[in-house]
């Protein structure tokens, strides 16, 4: 009996090996889209502060470092009464980032507020991007930043 279950056990590795010979097809999660760096072995996080300055605006940078894009810009709002958020998402070798402000409401002094912000995208395999910052205020979203980042 107990070389008949050793016997099973060979049986069924050689199977197992044999159905996953390790070469990718179509629809195998390991094989790279025509378009651009593959992302299904790779989950892309998001990190990003704001600050906020009366008198400075940060100018829109991105560039690309070992399985990121690091990023900076600012958002110019009416007042300070604004909250500032960012999400992003990835769809082949394009990478967005949605920077949003929302107002916080209430009574605020009319000064144009700098929200100066930085940012990385991180988790990413290497390859040429396309990378975009889209700011959303007020409803109407304007792009702020388009160009090629390499990540290594």
Known sequence: MNGMTRNLLALALLAATAACDAAPTASSNFAAPADGPSLAQSKSRLTFSVTQSYSEETPQTATGGVGRIDFTGSLVTGTPCYSVTATHGVQGSTVTVTVS????????????????????????????????????????????YSGPVVVQ
Do not use: I, K
């Open 101 to 144: 402000a929302a107002s916080t409401g209430g009574f605020c002094t009319q000064v144009v507020a700098n929200n100066n912000y930085q940012g990385s995208v991180t988790g990413l395999p290497a390859g040429a991007y396309t990378f975009n910052v889209v700011h959303v205020t007020g409803g109407s979203s304007t792009t702020a």
